[in-house]
């Protein structure tokens, strides 16, 4: 990967994390600790890994994404926003009657979602089914499942982690956001386990790698289709911080879910369009 491109995507990164803000403010509320963990791995997919047409979103021939933590779902209307598939001013309908642009994906609702998601687990059953229905009309496109640790307790997606091995689904790359906090606190004092994902991955034998997931540059290396091992699935393991890049959130705990006033918002347009135009001086 080439500087440019590398700056080009830490700064698509900081403009999710400006324009998810600005939707969650005007809305009350909403899961900017998940959604700032993911910036850059939303990034470098719609940045340059993803084949899709903002023009022609529905086209069988695309790669695809399943958000499967739908609670992140403004962090995935920003990146389609920022890539054209529409306006980025309608994100501040965000959750309002009539919305494009519900709290959680719905793909019957917003152009470029791929599925509906919302009910932890059930996303990843989702993209194994769309991989599969790709391997089988010989579609050499691939699916991005994006999954939380906290999501990883539950069961379906061990069914699903089963299932992609058998079915030989290397078209299908999960992405797991190491945030290391769920909604109710640390994963280690509620499923410690899961702070092992990559070997839970590996174990049930899929390709795994992991990364820094706040590195545009390690998370583009990983997604290139070559970094996969034929006919097997690949996790990467994203190391993340929840709330990465608003100091009022970053390692903090209980960031799951913010509210957002007035004050709060200029706090944190102000660091993130700081940090924007630090990276646009440094060419
Ligand atoms: C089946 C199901 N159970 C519970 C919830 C409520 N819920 C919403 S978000 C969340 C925590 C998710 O944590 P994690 O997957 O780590 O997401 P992140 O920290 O990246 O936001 C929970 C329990 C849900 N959406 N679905």
């Known amino acids: 990967m080439d500087s440019a491109l590398e700056q080009e995507l830490q ?37 340059d890994v993803m084949r899709v047409n903002p023009r022609n979103p529905a086209a069988p021939e695309r790669d695809k994404l399943v958000l499967s933590k739908g609670h992140c779902g403004p962090g995935l209307f920003a990146a389609l926003a920022l890539k054209g598939f529409f306006p980025l001013e309608d994100l501040l309908t ?60 539950e069961g379906q997606v061990w069914e699903m982690a089963l299932f992609a091995r058998q079915r030989k689904l ?16 640390d994963t280690r004092d509620i499923c410690a386990g899961v702070a092992n994902a990559g070997a839970m991955f590996a174990s049930f034998g899929w390709n795994m ?25 690949t996790a990467i393991i994203l190391k993340t911080i ?14 799951h879910h913010s509210v957002v006033d007035e004050a709060q918002l200029r ?12 990276l646009q001086a440094a060419v």
Not at 38 to 47: D, F, S
Not at 133 to 152: H, N, S, V
Not at 170 to 185: E, H, P, S, W, Y
Not at 242 to 255: I, N, T
Request: glycine residues 12%.
């Open 242 to 255: 929840k709330g990465r890049g608003w100091s009022r959130l970053e390692g903090k705990p209980k960031v």
């Open 11 to 47: 700064i698509f990164a900081e403009n999710i994390r400006l324009a998810s803000l600005r939707a969650v403010a005007a809305a009350g509320g909403g899961h900017l600790g998940g959604i700032f963990s993911m910036a850059e791995a939303l990034a470098v997919l719609y940045g």
């Open 94 to 153: 965000l959750n309002q009657n009539g919305t494009l642009f519900p709290s959680h994906c719905d793909r019957q609702k917003t152009p470029g979602v791929d599925m509906t998601t919302g009910s932890l687990g059930q996303g990843a059953s989702s993209a194994a089914g769309i991989a599969l229905a790709d391997q089988l009309a010989r579609r050499a496109y691939r699916t991005f499942l994006i999954l939380g640790d906290g999501e990883l307790d």
């Open 267 to 278: 706090e944190a347009e102000a660091e993130i369009t700081r940090r924007i135009a630090s």
């Open 209 to 233: 790698l992991a990364v820094d997931g706040h590195s545009v540059r390690e998370i583009h290396a990983a997604l290139q289709p070559a970094a996969g091992v034929p006919m097997q699935p």
């Open 170 to 185: 290397r078209n299908l790359v999960a992405l797991v956001d190491l945030n290391g906090q769920q909604l109710d606190g």
